[in-house]
């Protein structure tokens, strides 16, 4: 019997699969099931969040904790929309 470890984490939705991925894609809203989409959705995701952020702060700009909070939803729910 394999003893499993206090930081065994396969019952978290973060350690799930996307249903009829093969294992290759985790669980998401989008139900985004196939590897070369989600990796597409991803990158529009980023350019989304790239571009966003880069218009919202000039190098004279101190970021507060408030900032960083902003920067973690840039771009989510854009995805679809791309």
Known sequence: MEKIGRYDT???TE?????????RVLK?????????????AESVALKVALDTLLGMYDEKH???AEDIRKMHK???GRIADA
Not at 15 to 23: T, V
Request: glycine share 16%.
């Open 62 to 64: 101190r970021f507060t």
């Open 10 to 12: 396969s019952g978290l």
């Open 74 to 76: 840039v771009g989510v």
């Open 28 to 40: 998401n809203k989008l139900g985004i099931k196939r590897k070369r989409e989600m990796d597409e």
């Open 15 to 23: 350690a799930q699969f996307e249903p009829g991925s093969r294992g």
